[in-house]
């Protein structure tokens, strides 16, 4: 079993994962020394200045005041320049550089409202991660990776059809609000994207087994890991990691063939002994 904290956080119940903690812990894996107190600290600055201005109730109020302080103080943007900088996914470097990819960015907005206890929820746009202030009476859509510029229904219809050319029709069920481990799930995958495009496979080794600790009914995570490994010569873990995938799969149309896989491995093992 993992000791590492991100999988440890993991194990508790959604509702109970702090955004911000799984966030710094996950970056870990990139910054090994990272302090973790230090960028909480920074996190809770933020909120008091935006608090300092005292803008109510009001969605839009509240948005216009925490949008002052984070694009206008302390510029967070998005880094059109180079967005598949993997840094632009790690919450301690977007802290940092005040540059991130449309989650991160987004992670610090929904971290400096939770502190203030404000209704702000994250939306699963797909292509695009944007957040959402609530009052009684209406909601606010935000862009954060666009300098927290406001959208419409129709904006968010013209990024879909930005993104896949017209083929994702947009859906209300987007604007509903996505817990911490869709959000998780949806930075690793952005990162595994990112290191399987550099061939980086020790990352995409690290990141597929943050994975399967953010969404451990998802099997697939551990049958990608153990093929991943396989290539890299490491058999006895590709091995572990297929059999774990056996045991919690309940789809047993493909049992004969990952069963055949294994039968492979543990002749290979047992060559090597």
């Known amino acids: 079993m993992t000791n ?4 440890l956080l993991m194990e508790l119940d959604t509702r109970d ?14 910054y090994p020394r990272l302090a ?9 600055e933020i909120a008091r200045h935006v608090a300092d201005l005292r803008p109510g109730l009001s969605a839009t109020l509240r948005y216009e005041a925490m949008r002052q302080v984070l694009v ?13 900088d993997p840094e632009n996914s790690y919450l301690n470097r977007v802290l940092d550089r005040g540059l991130g990819v449309p989650i991160s960015l987004s992670i610090v907005w929904l971290e400096i409202a939770r502190r203030l206890k404000w209704p702000v929820t994250g939306l699963g746009l797909p292509g695009h991660f944007i957040i959402r202030f609530d009052d009684n009476e209406h909601f606010v859509l935000v ?5 927290g510029r406001t959208l419409t229904t129709d904006d968010c219809r013209q990024v879909l059809d930005y993104y896949f050319d017209g083929k994702v029709p947009f859906s209300p069920d987007f604007l509903r609000p996505v817990n911490v481990r869709l959000i998780l799930a949806r930075l690793l995958n952005n990162l595994r994207n990112i290191y399987t495009a550099n061939r980086d496979w020790k990352r995409v080794e690290t990141v597929l087994q943050r994975l399967a600790a953010v969404e451990p009914d998802n ?3 551990l049958h990608d890991l153990a093929g991943l490994l396989y290539r890299q010569g490491d058999v006895r873990m590709a091995h572990a990691h297929l059999s774990t995938y056996l045991e919690r799969q309940s789809n047993t149309d493909n049992q004969f063939l990952v069963r055949e896989k294994l039968a492979h491995l543990e002749a290979i093992i047992a060559s090597l002994n």
């Open 17 to 30: 994962i702090r955004l911000d903690c799984a966030a710094l812990h996950l970056a870990r894996d990139a």
């Open 4 to 7: 590492h904290p991100f999988d």
């Open 72 to 84: 206008g103080g302390y510029e967070l943007r998005g880094n059109e320049d180079d967005y598949y």
């Open 219 to 221: 099997t697939r995570h």
């Open 143 to 147: 862009d954060p990776f666009r300098e």
């Open 36 to 44: 973790l107190p230090t960028y909480l600290s920074r996190l809770d």
